[in-house]
């Protein structure tokens, strides 16, 4: 059992959190104990605290990002369809190697924790073993699939896509569950017969489902052109049974009305990703539109074509992105977004996510700053710097109690106006 004793932020809801200047969290056997005012919370368990100079918040929660994208992160800037063939896809190709998918997955996790993110979905390429090395690599908790690619794609990519039944059967039973998500890569690579199996195999296994959705306006237009039966994008994979309370749909930019409607009544999560699309000039993610249906959304990285995997830099997009068009986003909903939501996406809610008792003891610590007296200020300078700065910021990493990132000693910048 330990006491930690610092400032602590618990994002609670959309609206709100709570702030404890002085707080302690107790952590026992991995999971969070009780939480409070440390003088409150010592009198009832009298040990010596580990005091951390800084601020705990819940670890980070990314549910799109492209494991396999990581190494080149940001470097390319593009339309997504010609960006994924002239650069993704030959990337991709290389992790057939074990050997470079092995060691540029250690590389990865250590980044994740090191910015903070401590659970996620992620992308693997169409190899199997790749997959494999992911989820034996993992640090944290992450769900991993295989992107499966049957059409428009490069030979040697779609001859290494596992996509029968059988042989996703046997690498979701290997992974474990709870692990592996479905995931056909987006309907353009995958033609309506193979959709419509993976949709079977995902329902009747009880899977998780993961792929793109509507992100760029030239991809829409070639999916109406392939599938001419749908009514639009999003009935592509609703015919094909993919649509669920277990799918996460990255982007979702360019939907109807009745596209809205249909995410709405399946109960799919959308994966909200700013920072990939301003990247890849993609267009804005329609957040009142969202809302006004409530669709759930939660905040993610989309690496490779987001440039950072810290969650710190998609916040800070998020919030920017929207203000600029006049849209109100509270300080509260984007912590929410990038942690709970993140977390219930997953299937994770009553686990992980933020501080509550019962939950695994993963957390994340900030440095002070200046204005700590205002949460919502201290937070605005949180999220201020490079993607570089903020991919260091934290001071440290938790999971399920144990230290397993310990970061410098960054500062954050000076706010412009005194508080
Ligand atoms: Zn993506």
């Known amino acids: 059992m330990t006491l930690f004793r610092a400032a602590i932020l618990n994002p609670i809801d959309v609206r709100s959190w709570q702030f404890l200047e002085d707080g302690g969290l107790l952590v ?24 951390l100079d800084g601020v705990i918040l819940p670890g980070f929660a990314d549910i799109h990002i492209h494991w396999v994208q990581h190494a080149v992160r940001g470097r390319y800037a593009q339309a997504l369809l010609p960006w994924l063939a002239a650069h993704i896809w030959p990337e991709e190709a290389r992790y057939a190697d074990t050997a470079l998918a092995q060691q540029r997955a250690e590389t990865f ?41 049957t059409a428009n794609a490069p030979a040697d990519l779609m001859a290494a896509s596992a996509k029968s039944p059988a042989d996703l059967a046997s690498l979701s039973e290997a992974i474990g569950r709870a692990h592996y998500a479905v995931t056909p890569r987006f309907a353009l690579n995958c033609a309506a017969d193979d959709l419509a199996a993976l949709g079977t195999f995902a329902r009747h296994e009880g899977l998780a489902v993961q792929t793109h959705l509507a992100e760029s306006a030239a991809e829409v237009r070639e ?19 993919l ?101 219930r996406a997953m299937g994770r809610g009553a686990v992980a996510g933020n501080l509550g008792v019962g939950k695994r003891g993963d957390f994340v610590l900030m440095p002070r700053g200046a204005r700590l007296q205002s949460p919502q200020s201290w937070f605005e300078d949180l999220l201020d710097g490079t993607a570089a700065e903020l991919e260091r910021r934290a001071l440290g990493t938790w999971i399920s109690g144990q230290q397993i990132f310990v970061g410098g000693r960054p500062a954050l910048p000076e706010p412009l106006m005194p508080c």
């Open 109 to 149: 996790y250590d980044d994740c924790l090191t910015a903070g993110t401590v659970m996620g979905m992620s992308y693997s390429s169409p190899h199997p073993a790749a997959a494999h090395i992911a989820h034996a690599a993992r640090r944290g908790d992450w769900i991993t699939g295989n992107v499966v690619m």
């Open 243 to 343: 649509l669920g309370p277990r799918t996460v749909l990255g982007h979702c930019l360019h939907l109807s009305q009745r596209e809205w409607s249909c995410l709405k009544i399946r109960g799919c999560w959308i994966a909200h990703c700013p920072s990939s699309n301003e990247a890849l000039d993609s267009g804005r993610f329609d957040l009142a539109c969202a809302r006004r249906h409530g669709v759930p959304f939660a905040l993610a990285s989309d690496v490779g074509a987001g440039p950072s995997h810290s969650m710190l830099h998609v916040m800070q997009r998020f919030r920017r992105q929207h203000q600029a068009a006049s849209v109100r986003v509270d300080p509260e909903e984007t912590l929410f977004r990038a942690t709970i939501a993140g977390a």
């Open 223 to 241: 999916v109406e052109r392939l599938f001419p039966q749908a009514l639009d994008y999003t009935d592509v994979y609703d015919a094909a049974g």
């Open 28 to 51: 026992m056997d991995g999971r969070i104990h009780a939480l409070g005012r440390f003088d409150d919370l010592v009198k009832n368990y009298p040990w010596e605290p580990v005091n």
